[in-house]
Nanobody
């Protein structure tokens, strides 16, 4: 079955960086768009980034210039590089494709 496993979250100071990973299995990863969304405390899901099967990427306005999304089809993994982190980036970050979701990884930006 489809499995998505996120990792790389943690506590970071404002201005810091983190790289999230989402390891995928159970489907033909290289042919699917992969999406990152996040959910801040007490808020709904917010779309963050997407990357096509060929590497075309799109980012939410709130993270443009700070985040990049990429994938390694040989490793069945999608990445979210997050730089210049702000307190408002604090959220659970989830990986998604189709109807499948990972369990999420917590990112906390705090001094």
């Amino acid at each position: 079955q489809v499995q998505l496993v996120e990792s790389g979250g943690g506590l970071v100071q404002p201005g810091g960086s983190l790289r999230l990973s989402c390891a995928a299995s159970g489907f033909t990863f290289s042919t699917y768009w992969m999406i990152w969304v996040r959910q801040a405390p007490g808020k709904g899901l917010e779309w963050v980034a997407a990357v096509s099967s060929t590497g075309f990427s799109s980012l939410a306005d709130s993270v443009k210039g700070r985040f990049t999304v990429s994938r390694d089809n040989a490793k069945n993994t999608v990445y979210l590089q997050m730089n210049s982190l702000k307190r408002e980036d604090t959220a659970v970050y989830l990986c998604n494709t189709g109807n499948s979701w990972g369990q999420g990884t917590q990112v906390t930006v705090s001094s």
